[in-house]
């Protein structure tokens, strides 16, 4: 089956995702994604299968990815003519809409991200040893604070494969100043591992297990905890709120640009 497809790249925080829009079965999406994320022209490293009418995003393994998300968001505003302000929006790896917030004028967009599963501990292969993990319902993240070298990153993965099948896992290489990230992030489905230039989940995972390591004063009913991570395509915030000592909500934003759409004949 002949079909064409409308591909646009959008760019939030350098993290480069193909908006993919067509009629693609369902078990193409992996194969086809990765075919795409191989073509030099296109050198982007996710890619999600767009439905506007639905306002839903499938990225290509099944996975959740905040900047997508907020990238998504921002997306239907500029297609849809909106003016600045709330989209709400489907993604999977989620199983309930996501809140994104977007400005055109200024062409920032933040999203709502949905709280981690459980934070915890895991024990890696040495000399790893015992590293924070952040479950999200989507992607796990492993934070790897003071450790900047990402060739331990095949040791993690196939240890964590090894009894577990997250749709994706990220090993976010943190500084010991907490300034800066490089994430490394692999997607079971199409088998694609990345450097990225930013990662949306992966901020969020730190943002929240820094913030529960503050815990708040009883008596304080609602608290706040921010952070701005350096990575590689930019820097990227999160907002944590906590109630009680919980966590509430967290949000992550920054920069988004979108490129003008092309479009390819291919044979499915």
Not at 63 to 72: D, K, T, Y
Not at 157 to 164: L, S, V
């Amino acid at each position: 089956m002949n079909t064409t497809l409308k591909i646009t790249r959008a760019d939030p925080a350098g993290n480069l995702t193909l908006f993919i829009e067509g009629n693609v079965p369902a078990d193409r999406y992996a194969a086809l994604a990765a075919d795409l994320l191989n073509r030099p022209e296109f050198a982007a490293e996710q890619a999600g299968y767009a439905d506007l009418s639905a306002r839903r995003l499938e990225m290509s393994g099944g996975e959740f990815c905040g900047n997508a998300s907020r990238a998504f968001g921002f997306y239907i505003a500029r297609q849809q003519g909106l003016p600045s302000g709330e989209v709400q929006i489907q993604i999977s790896g989620c199983s309930h809409p996501v809140r994104t917030l977007v400005d055109p004028g200024t062409n920032t967009a933040f999203a709502d991200m949905p709280l981690p599963a459980a934070i915890g501990e895991i024990r890696l292969p040495d000399p790893a040893g015992i590293r924070p993990l952040v479950r999200f319902e989507g992607i796990w993240h492993i934070l790897m604070i003071g450790c900047v070298d990402t060739d331990s990153f095949p040791v993690i993965r196939d240890a964590i494969y090894r009894n577990n099948s997250p749709e994706a896992l990220g090993v976010m290489y943190i500084s010991e100043d907490l300034k800066s990230m490089v994430p490394m992030v692999y997607v079971a489905g199409p088998g694609t591992l990345y450097r990225e230039s930013s990662c949306g989940s992966g901020t969020a995972a730190v943002a929240a297990w820094l913030a529960m390591q503050h815990p708040q004063p009883a008596e304080e009913e609602t608290a706040s905890f921010s952070i701005c991570l350096k990575q590689p395509g930019g820097e990227l915030g999160a907002e944590v709120l906590l109630k009680n000592g919980t966590l509430n909500r967290i949000r992550i934003g920054g920069p988004v640009s979108l490129e003008p759409p092309v479009f390819i004949d291919l044979e499915i």
